[in-house]
């Protein structure tokens, strides 16, 4: 192998938004199966570090495009944390106050992050889970006179993963074949955007969903109400807390039910939290990929999928962020701060810069 090179992108960006999407596919070499090829679509690459980047800026600027967000209006929405990171880096590069609900089950890291975005995070109790934060973000829009982003019915949501995201599958594999694409929801607007495309110039593509066991709304059957506006107006019976955050809220959102109404998926499959856990720590120490909770429960459910997906089958994963986002969830909760024991006893073998003790 020779030396790497780089030439540069050939271009100069007016804004930070000029670099949301293109994302790369990234082939996995050490921890699939032989007789299958495994790529992840790794959206940690996206500026603010996750695939909500996308719907983000499709929200702001579908608005002022038809004027539904005025000039320095106040922007609010109800997040697990990458949508509002996504927003909160639009909002900065474009002017806008912004205000984020937040359940305070959900990583610290994260409301810091909006945070130094210069976003402002009002927090509300876990108990009430995501619909709590959902009302509260609905309230002080209603009641200030601010711009709800509403990522979970409109069709800004779905409408930037068509455009984007199927296109640069499509684009990635070229005449090649897409056997399997697998991802879990949100919002639903991955699954739903890019489903619409596959099923229209990939039919042969079979597309996996998945969401956490002990969360699993879909298969419930159930859908819960909504309003006039399709906004939720309860939480799901069939929700209980999940370690999978941003996966999944307490409500089958308006995006997801068109994935659903169209049968753009093939097969849904149940992952419980610890196996993202564990393959997640699998893609950073023996593929160095570095992704969350999310993209491992997803990268689970493809490993599965390979176990029975015939010789030479190519499967895509959806991998929605960075493990940044999840430094003080159990992803790292047995990662020591101090050195190990195996550590200590590489210090010792040579004698200079010794710790104490």
């Given amino acids: ?94 002017g806008y106050p912004l205000v984020i609900t937040m359940a305070d089950s959900f990583s610290v890291e994260r409301r810091r992050l909006m945070r130094f975005f210069g976003a402002k995070v009002v927090l509300t109790p876990r108990a009430l889970k995501g619909f709590g934060m959902y009302t509260k973000a609905k309230e002080l829009a209603e009641q200030n006179g601010w711009f709800l982003a509403s990522q979970f019915e409109t069709a800004d949501n779905a409408d930037i993963h068509q455009n984007t995201t199927a296109r640069e599958i499509l684009a990635d594999f070229g005449d090649d074949p897409l056997d399997y694409f697998v991802t879990g929801y949100g919002t639903g607007g991955t699954v739903s955007g890019v489903g619409r495309v596959l099923r229209q110039e990939r039919p042969d593509t079979k597309i996996i969903l998945t969401e956490p066991t002990n969360a699993a709304i879909v298969a419930s059957g159930y859908v819960n109400t909504r309003n006039e506006t399709n906004q939720p107006t309860e939480s799901h019976p069939a929700f209980q807390p999940h370690p999978i955050q941003g996966w999944t809220p307490d409500f089958v959102p308006f995006v997801l039910q068109e994935a659903l109404d169209n049968k753009y998926y093939d097969e849904l499959i149940p992952v419980e939290g610890p196996q993202g856990i564990a393959w997640s720590k699998r893609l950073a120490a023996e593929e160095g990929i570095f992704t969350g909770i999310s993209g491992g429960s997803s990268f689970a459910i493809a490993m599965k999928i390979a176990e029975t997906a015939p010789k030479g089958a190519n499967i895509l994963v959806m ?35 010794q710790m104490d003790g």
């Fill in 1 to 94: 192998m020779g030396i790497r090179t780089t030439n540069g992108r050939g271009q100069v960006y007016h804004s930070i938004l000029d670099t949301v999407g293109d994302t790369p596919v990234i082939r996995i070499n050490r921890i699939a199966p032989d007789h299958v090829n495994v790529f992840v679509k790794f959206e940690a690459f996206n500026p603010a570090g996750s695939v909500k980047d996308r719907l983000a800026i499709n929200i702001i600027e579908a608005a002022e495009r038809e004027g539904r967000l005025k000039p320095g209006q106040t922007v609010v929405e109800a997040t697990s944390g990458n949508t509002g990171i996504g927003l909160a880096m639009v909002c900065a590069a474009k």
């Fill in 319 to 353: 991998l929605p962020d960075t493990g940044e986002r999840y430094l003080s969830t159990p992803l790292f909760e047995d990662v020591p701060e101090e050195m190990t024991e195996e550590e200590i006893a590489i210090s010792r073998s040579s004698p200079t810069a």
